[in-house]
């Protein structure tokens, strides 16, 4: 499963205007509210917000993955924002610009833990967040994210 296979034009926001860290997450999350796979949204979203309270979801480079393994889902979902002025997770000072809220069920965690690595390789290139940032249009935003940097 690729990461643009998971992505539809709906589940991306690119102009957040939440500036803190809940709010911003609400604002993605609630692009998954009406997918199918997602069975309930409140107990989603609740455990969601549990995760984060324990640890922030930073990776550094001004990502987020917001993630929750719960049975509220019924396959991997996942949605994105981006925020070009910048959201305070509370992590130091740095500034997240790229939220990619993740829901999979409790039995996906090798699906759940490949995806995660794919992103977390694909964004750790600065071109790439560059490119991100840069996109004019949610196809622009996907087309990038279907690119590897990696190939030669």
Avoid: C, W
Wanted: glycine residues 8%; without cysteine; proline residues 3%.
């Amino acid at each position: 499963m690729k990461l643009v296979d998971l992505l539809k034009p709906n589940l991306v926001h690119l102009d957040l205007t939440e500036t803190k860290r809940a709010a911003a997450i609400h604002q993605v999350a609630g692009l998954l509210e009406r997918e199918p796979e997602v069975i309930n949204f409140k107990g989603f979203y609740d455990e969601l917000l549990a995760r984060e309270r324990v640890e922030a979801t930073t990776l550094g480079n001004g990502v987020a993955f917001p993630h929750a393994r719960t049975d509220h889902v019924n396959r991997l979902v996942l949605a994105v924002g981006r925020s070009r002025t910048g959201v305070n997770f509370g992590n130091g000072g740095e500034l997240i610009h790229f939220i990619f809220v993740i829901g999979t069920p409790r039995k996906m965690v090798t699906e759940y833990l490949t995806l995660v690595g794919a992103m977390a390789r694909l964004l750790r290139h600065e071109e790439v967040r560059e490119k991100l940032m840069q996109a004019k249009t949610v196809e622009e935003f996907l087309a990038v994210l279907g690119e590897d940097p990696e190939a030669v």
